[in-house]
């Protein structure tokens, strides 16, 4: 069983910053692509960035300059540092990951429950 747990939303005013954390558990014996997917209500699901098994890293253009992804491969973790939020940033935030549990060779996809990050003043 393999599981994503998202953490670190909440209410921030606009321009300030939130860290949000995706923590893979479980028999996971190699990680591939790890991403952040938001959804705001009313609104599709779509790709905040990705981040590769070697950190290379791709953003959606609406956050390039502004979020940054990293990842601890140890720790299976992937972060999203969020800064100079926006009025429009508000959604939950999703991590998803490519991942080939122990004992398999097959890779599936998994995703977290999702964390809401709220920006208002």
């Known amino acids: 069983q393999v599981q994503l747990v998202e953490s670190g939303g909440g209410l921030v005013q606009p321009g300030g910053s939130l860290r949000l954390t995706c923590a893979a558990s479980?028999?996971?014996?190699?990680?591939?692509?790890m991403g952040w997917y938001r959804q705001a209500p009313g609104k599709q699901r779509e790709l905040v960035g990705t981040i590769s098994s070697s950190g290379s890293t791709n953003y959606a253009d609406y956050v390039k300059g502004r979020f940054t992804i990293s990842r601890d491969n140890a720790k299976n973790t992937m972060y999203l540092q969020m800064n100079s939020l926006k009025p429009e940033d508000p959604a939950v935030y999703y991590c998803?990951?490519?991942?080939?549990?122990?004992?398999?060779?097959?890779?599936?996809?998994?995703w977290g429950q999702g964390t809401q990050v709220t920006v208002s003043s």
């Open positions: 479980g028999t996971t014996a190699y990680i591939y692509t």
């Open positions: 998803n990951a490519d991942i080939r549990r122990a004992g398999s060779i097959r890779r599936d996809d998994y």
